[in-house]
Each structure stands twice: as C-alpha cells, then as structure tokens.
C-alpha cells in the first residue's frame, strides 16, 4: 500500500532517444505528455510524427522566439505571386523588394517560398548573396545551378552538378560546366561557359517555369547579375526572379528592374506578429509600448517582446501578456542594435568571443575555422549549435559545415564592440589558421587570407595579396585581380631596387589584367607610378609595363599612341630577347590595324628571330604569335605558309596546355580546309575547336566556331541547323560583348531568312 516513487522506465527512455534522434541540431522536440504539462509556459510548433508517436518542436522557451511566423506584407505578397503568375503564363517576371534592417525581408522571402512549392511543376531555388560574398565571379550563378541540381535529384561527392544531366545535358557538358563555374579557364576566361548556364537554366525552365529567390542580390558578382539580367529580359524565358536588397546599394545592372520598397508594419499586423511570436497577444499598454518604440520594425518590435518577457516585465495572464509592474520604469533599448548588444550581454563569455570571432571572419563562416583560431579555453565544442538554438546563427544548406548571422546588424553591433587592437588580432590569428593545409579547400582562401592581412596591418599582406591577385586573374576575376596586385605594391616606392623591381612586376601584372576589361583605366594607373619609380632602375621591368599600356592603347584604337610608346622602349627592350619579342609582336599588330600586313609578318618574323627557338618564359607567347602570323599569311594568300602556322600553333598550344590556343588553332585549320572545298572535313574540325573553346572558356572564339559552322550548314542547304548554329552564335557573341561577331550573326540570320525560311 506504500506509494510508488515516480521513475523513468524503459520506455520512457525509448522515446526520450527517439526524440533526441529525430531532432535536428539546435532543436527540441518534445511528447504529448511534456506538452500538456508544459503548454502554458512554453509555446510549440507543429505537430510532426516521429517513430515514437507525435512530436512538437519547442518555439519558446522563456519567452525566446526560435521562429517568427509571417504576418502581413499582402501588398508584397501580391507582387511576388505576380511574378509566379507571369512564370507560370511561360514569361518571365522579376520583382525587387528593398528595406532596411530588420524590416522582414528574408521572412518574406521564405513566405514567398512556401507559397511558390505548391504550384506543380515550378522548380524554385533559394540562395542568399550575404552566403556568397567572396566566392568570386560567377557565385551567385554557381549558388544558383547546385540549388538546381538538388532539386532534381541526390547529388553525388565530387559531382555537385551531376544531376543537371536530366536536363538533357551530356556527363561530359556537366563536368566541363562545373570546371569553369568553380575553377574558371586556362586563360582565365569566364565568359564562355555564360551561355551554357544560360541553356542550362532555360532547359530547367521547361515546361514549369524557375522561380529564383535571392536574398541579398546587391552583394551578389556582377558578371552573374549581368547574365541573370539579360536572361530575364530573354522572350519566353519562363524563367522568374525575385530578390531583396537594401535601399541606395542597388547594383547598376538591377537599376531597370521593377523595385518594390518595404516600409515599416502598421499596428494591426506588428500586435499580430507578436501574438503569433509569443503564444498570446499584448495588452494594450505592453502593446504601445512595444509597438511605439519599434517605429513598425518587426525585427525590433520582437526584440522589444523578448526583452520585456525575460526580464519578467510582462507575464502571461488571461490569454494575454500583461504589465507586471509600471512599464515606464522598463529601461528598453531606443534601437534593434542597442536590443541586440543588450540580448549578447547575456551570453556565456565564451559564446560572445565565439561571436565576435565570427563576426570577423565574416557574414558567413566554417564553424571549424572559427573554432580552430580561439585559444583551447574558449574552443567550446557545441558553441555553434548552441548559438543556433538560441538564434544568432543558422546553418547555410549549401555549405556544409557554415554558418551565418540570424541578422547583419548582429555582426555589426559585435564589431562595434571590438577594439581596433583586437580586432587586428582576430584578422591575423584567423589569417594564421585559414592558411594552414587543414583548410586548403576553403573557397577563395588566398582571397580571404589577404583580406584578413591587409586588416591586421601585418608584413605578410603584400604577399598574400599577390597570391590573391593570382588566383583571381587565373579565374578570369580581371578588375579583382589588378585591385589585389595594385594592393600589393602598396601606397608608396619600395625602401630597396628590389622591391621596386617587384612593385614594377606587380604593376605589370594589374595593367595586363585591367586591359581585359577596362583599357582605359590602364595608362591613368600606370602613369603615376613610373613617376614615382627611378627611371633609371629595372628599365626592361619598366619597359613590359609601358607595353602593357601600348597594348590598351591598340584595343582602345590608339594605334598612333601605341606605335610611340613601343617605339620608345624597343631599345631598352633589346636587353632582353623576350621583352624584345613581345615588343615586336605588339607592333605587328599595330601594322595590321594600319592595313599594313605584309610589315606586320615582317616584324613577327623578327619576334620569333628574337626568341631564337628558345622557351618562352610566358608559355602563351609562341602559340599566341603564330595564330596572328598564320592569318597575315592568309590574307596574303600564302595558303601553305598558314597551314604550317597554324600547325606548329597547335602544337605549342598542347605542348604548354593550353585548350584556348588549340581551339584558334583548330578553327584557323579549319578555314584553310573550306578554302580547299574541303566542307565536311572543316565542320568536323570546327567541332574539335568548339569543345576545346568551350572547355577553356574563350567566349569570343566559341561564337566564332558557331558563326562559321552556321554559315557552312547554311551553304550546304541544311537551313534549320544553321539558323540553330547562328541564333548560339548571337548570344555568346552578345555574352562575350564581342558587338562586332553579335552584327555578323544577325546578318546571316536575316540572310537565311530570306533566301531558305524556317520549315
């Protein structure tokens, strides 16, 4: 008769595991026996079902809000349904949404979200730029295409892209796909791959349509943007975007785009918001408190709620959060920033530095990283989960192991918060980790590990930005690259002839990779610092420079300019037999631009003179240079003399690996075989030359191996084909900005039109 002491039996621990299982890192499920004990004290989720029986995950714990439901922005949700609508009628559609802090524009988006999944046969993809700042060009694109490939099937290690092949895309397109997109070409050239993610994109589009959700757009890379917009604006594209930003840092490629501005809540939906957040509506006094300080942030209004429930200020009493004393007396922070310092004061010391470690690293970190550069005393093990469970930080689905910021304005208030001392050791400690062989495959160290240099103020800087300036110009990242080689040099002439000389290679290498973009801007970066060098130093170094800026002067059509300033440094040059060639090799060209072909083989005859057989210490220079003489001599009619030209060029471009010089190679072959009459030979060799073209991402050349085949098919009467072949041609002509090879296109087309119409 004696009373039996209460026990956890076995099963009892059987559905406690099973509960421990099913949950996911930072979250909390709970039974229906904790939830009818606990309900009036702790606010749940949904009900789920997990092997033990029913399941709820705890929302709330002390008034802590683990997820905030979406109320309200009808206006909002009616633009993006918009853009759903017009996807779904097989157009295009994209609307922006801009807003400050906190204003609940990724909430909208996860709305948006859930209300596209239901609409069959939509394919969606979410991304965030705030995930991608720093993975370079093409990010958001890359960001973009993985999302799609999970959503089409499991996704093997090693192969992210693999599931694309249900698109109709060959292994061997995938493969070449993924290579460009994460390692960029041989040459460095990202265009040529642009119209294969274009294809790929509009493929996925059919026949329901691609909803992409980017959060964030304005960090996103330009070169993706440019892309996203031109698909955008592609008839019948089926293809929708929609994208939140914050006002005044719109990207000038997102400037034309419909932009919608989130204001702050009214009332109703700020009081709706919290009743749905905390389980119960306010009061009328907590609410106008609330609601008065938060000026219609929601994001504020929620940290106003939790601060007043954590500091025992409101209770729940009577279905309704009431005042436990005169909330006059509650000191509440004026602003979502001083809430958030406030809410980090109450953390462990060792969650803070692990915080603020982050906040350094960046928006979006690998937790190990972080960990990794703590001393062992603040390296707690489940820090990261347990910021996760408290809010601060959510795990990034596309990166395994990463974490980001709940909210930027966190990272910021805990930056704030740092001296500048510390903070330059965060920057080096983090730099001295990032380096090590345990996170080789980090994306974009050298990148990262400069940028953390150049904020420490370290010695090393000018090295880890040469490094950084390397990767970024071998992925074609041109601006970039010369930003972090004009980094390099510093600010001022170095103490010593030698680092002058390498502050001279630095200079030369940042206006090789300017003049790929922005030739312009090269002289008026080059200038300057050959003023301020001793012009009597390193005159050869000085020389591949003004070379560098000859070479600007031809693409920008300053033949005269370009003719002086070589002319001026062929002596100097002299000195050594390869500056000298590529002297004589850039003033060749400039005899060509004159009509002058017959002095131009001259002078790259002299060039290779100069070189006297010996190996080139640049491995593009042979291969470069006898493609330019190989077409002298055809337009000289020296047919043989080309073919052994283009010959030999081919074989300097796959002794020294380069895919780009062998596709020109390939593709000059090919012409001298139509010369022949030799068609069917020429198509197949212009096949060869397109995957090779395609494989080391020459845009230019791609459309031009298009253009050809087209004009080919064309004479041969296969109309259909050649106007395919033409239409490819235009776009990446148009992707590659080559205007000229875009007009050739659209002329042949126009001429096809008319002489064999489509069938």
Known sequence: GGRVPWRVTGAGLERSAALAQAASPGEVLAGAAAKVLLEEAVRFGAERAVSSG????????????????????????????????????GQGGVRLFAGAAGVGKSRLLEAVAESASQVASLRVVRTSAEDLRGAGAMGLMRSVLTGLARALGPVPDGAPLQPLGALGLSAQEVAALWRRLSHGGPSGQLQAGDATVTETLLRAARPGGVLLLVDDVHHADVASLELLVSLLSTPGSRVGLVATTVPDVLPVALAPLPLSVLEGMPRPELRALLGAAFGALPSAEVEKLVV????????????????????????????????TAPLGEAALPDSLGLALGARLDLLPPQLQRFLTRAAVEGSVFPSALVRASLPAEDAVEDAAELLVADGWLVEVAERPGCLRFMQELSRQVLLERLPASALRRSHQELAEVLAQDAFAAEPAREVR??????????????????????????????RAASDYFRRAMGDAPGATPAARLWQLGMLT?????????????????????????????SPAARAEVVRRVAS????????????ARLLAIRTVAAADPEVLAWVLGEQARAREARGDIAGAVDLLTQSFQRMGGRPARASDFYWEH???LGRLQLRLQQTEKARASFTHASEQ?????????QARALSNLAGLRVLAGEHAAALAELERALVLAEQGGDAQEAARIHYNVGRLLGAGGRADEARERLERARERARLAGWREGEALATQALVALGVHAPRS
């Open 54 to 89: 029913a399941a709820w995950r705890v929302e709330g714990l002390g008034g802590v809000v683990r997820g905030v439901p979406f109320v309200g922005r009808v206006d909002a949700l009616v633009a993006a349904r918009a853009v759903v609508e017009s996807v779904r009628a």
């Open 509 to 537: 290498r940042a206006c090789t990779c300017l003049t790929q973009v922005d030739p312009a801007a090269v002289e008026p970066l080059a200038a300057p610092w050959l003023e301020k060098l001793p012009d009597t130093e």
């Open 653 to 661: 471009a796959r002794a020294t690996g380069h895919v780009v010089g």
């Open 449 to 478: 590990v400069a940028d953390h240099l150049l904020a420490a103020a370290a010695p090393g800087a000018a090295a880890a930005c040469e490094r950084a300036g390397e990767r970024l110009s071998a992925r074609g990242e041109w």
């Open 552 to 563: 600007a002067d031809l693409k920008l059509g300053r033949v005269a300019a370009a003719e």
């Open 292 to 323: 008065e300080r938060a000026q219609g942030n929601p994001s504020f209004a929620l940290e106003l709620m939790r601060a007043l429930v954590e500091r025992g200020a409101v209770q729940r009493l009577g279905g309704s959060w009431q005042a």
């Open 626 to 628: 006898l493609n330019l």
